[in-house]
């Protein structure tokens, strides 16, 4: 008999140590064990929380920009890497899952970094992590486009789960990818974002955005907001005289949970720091799916085709690692290069 799992799940509503990745990560490690206390299996984070937003990309030109973009990069962090350890633990200790954004620095270029949505299990264990496909409009240059790579669902205990970060929550063929791999948890993380233009309210975008993901694939979506703390005011005031006015903007951040019916779950939080918890029962996913359900009954996969590329990208191939894979598997005496005869 079918046994769907039911659990609490805790949204993070909260600022980064800005720039820090180790003083972040610790304050990552206490929220976790926070939430674990709350009764939470799942703990969702904001997108790169560790260490922070580039907001100068939205308030000053790229120039100006360029040494902030050097900040970020050496305040970066590799996955898996020491900063990540804290949080593992942290998961381990508490025995829940924890979904972190993280600015991932690029083990061979000092110009890469990827907006980045780790994955841990409550052993402490790297599931896998997700590089955002897109870097959304200023963010491009700051962050290196991901590959179909981590576009995966991961069978846990608490449910399938999933995760996009933020501006990717409207990218409908990789929201389809996941809920295609049978997703039934999903993470949305997000910033704040107060330099929107005068009529966006980003708070009810992210809110909509959460909506559509669960209503349209009968699943829960997890939403995890940064705010912008007086801390990361006070840095880009250096960079523009105006930073105040235009960060301090309300109704810029959303965190809460919404259900398979396109509801909110519980009270979500606007804007203020803190920690939203939902208790999710995945057997209210079945009945919705019963009237549409786009990844069975209600599709005509003889008309539509989706086909994603989970090849991983890399800067190039060496064929000295080729022949060794070659000869460990004992499958050739040398490998075929393109292009190459021997």
């Known amino acids: 008999m079918l046994k769907l799992p039911r659990f609490r799940a805790a949204a993070v509503q909260a600022s980064p140590v800005f720039l820090d990745a180790t003083a972040t990560v610790d304050k990552a490690a206490s929220l976790v064990r926070e939430a674990a206390a709350n009764g939470a299996r799942l703990v969702a984070f904001p997108e790169v929380f560790v260490p922070g937003y580039p907001y100068w990309n939205w308030i000053t030109d790229p120039v100006t920009g360029s040494a902030w973009f050097e900040k970020l990069v050496k305040a970066s962090v590799l996955v898996p890497g020491p900063e990540i350890d804290v949080v593992r633990k942290a998961a381990r200790d508490s025995g829940c899952y924890v979904v972190l954004g993280v600015n991932e620095r690029s083990p061979v270029s000092l110009g890469a970094i990827y907006n980045t949505l780790v994955f841990i299990g409550p052993d402490g264990t790297l599931l896998g992590k997700h590089r955002k496909l897109v870097p959304t409009w200023a963010e491009k240059l700051t962050w290196t486009g ?197």
């Open 146 to 342: 991901g590959d179909g790579s981590s576009l995966r669902v991961y069978d846990t205990e608490i449910g399938r789960l999933g995760g996009l970060a933020c501006g990717e929550n409207t990218n409908t063929l990789a929201r389809f990818a996941l809920l295609g791999q049978g997703e039934l948890v999903h993470v949305a993380s997000y910033i704040s974002l107060p330099v929107a233009p005068p009529d966006y309210d980003m708070a009810e975008a992210i809110k909509l955005r959460a909506i559509a993901h669960s209503f349209e694939g009968k699943i829960f979506t997890i939403v995890s907001c940064s705010t912008v703390s007086e801390e990361i005011i006070a840095a880009m005031e250096t960079v523009v005289h105006d930073a105040r006015a235009r960060l301090q903007r309300k109704s810029s951040a959303f965190s809460g949970v919404i259900g398979p019916d396109g509801r909110v779950v519980g009270a979500p939080l606007i804007d203020d720091e803190g920690i939203v918890y939902a208790d999710i029962d995945l057997d209210r996913c079945i009945q919705p799916k019963q009237m549409h359900d786009i990844v069975g009954h209600y599709n005509r996969f003889d008309i539509f085709d989706l086909r994603v590329n989970r090849r991983p990208q890399a800067p190039l191939g060496l064929a000295d690692d080729e022949r060794l894979a070659a000869d460990a598997a004992g499958q050739a005496d040398f490998v075929s290069i393109p292009g190459r005869t021997e």
